[in-house]
């Protein structure tokens, strides 16, 4: 009887894992035909051309942004959650660094690697409130 008991547990464990793993497809577009889908947040402003922002584009090297448009009024960077991740070995986004600007906003960039010490631009917030810090 306990040895039914086990197997069948092992039974629905490996099926309630396989389930879990199962992604559905492609998450963004999942998210377009989703009928609750959040409307944009107000903090998300189109970028004026005569901005700063204006010359940043997404993927762009963190050195190459602060040689383009100048030096950020402060920084700040924390780990995602990929960097918990346990088998998540050098792919990269595991750091994040977010770029003050006081009066334009923040640029966000992800590490692209674990093994480089290189960062990407991975989001651009223009926010004329921004308080630089």
């Given at each position: 009887m306990r040895n039914l008991f086990l197997s069948s547990l092992g039974i629905v464990a490996a099926l309630w894992f396989i389930a879990g793993c199962h992604s559905g497809g492609d998450s963004t577009t999942q998210a377009d035909?989703?009928?609750?889908?959040?409307?944009?947040?107000?903090?998300?402003?189109?970028?004026?051309?005569d901005c700063i922002f204006a010359k940043v584009k997404m993927g762009e090297e963190r050195d190459q942004v602060f040689r383009e448009i100048g030096q950020p009024t402060s920084v700040n960077s924390y780990i995602t959650g990929k960097a918990f991740i346990p088998f998540h070995y050098g792919g990269g986004d595991e750091n994040r660094l977010s770029a003050h600007y006081k009066g334009v906003g923040i640029i966000t960039f992800g590490n692209d690697s674990a093994y480089t010490s290189g960062y990407s631009v991975v989001d651009i917030s223009y926010d004329p409130n921004e308080p630089g810090y």
């Amino acid at each position: 009887m306990r040895n039914l008991f086990l197997s069948s547990l092992g039974i629905v464990a490996a099926l309630w894992f396989i389930a879990g793993c199962h992604s559905g497809g492609d998450s963004t577009t999942q998210a377009d035909n989703s009928s609750n889908a959040v409307a944009p947040s107000a903090a998300t402003r189109p970028i004026p051309p005569d901005c700063i922002f204006a010359k940043v584009k997404m993927g762009e090297e963190r050195d190459q942004v602060f040689r383009e448009i100048g030096q950020p009024t402060s920084v700040n960077s924390y780990i995602t959650g990929k960097a918990f991740i346990p088998f998540h070995y050098g792919g990269g986004d595991e750091n994040r660094l977010s770029a003050h600007y006081k009066g334009v906003g923040i640029i966000t960039f992800g590490n692209d690697s674990a093994y480089t010490s290189g960062y990407s631009v991975v989001d651009i917030s223009y926010d004329p409130n921004e308080p630089g810090y």
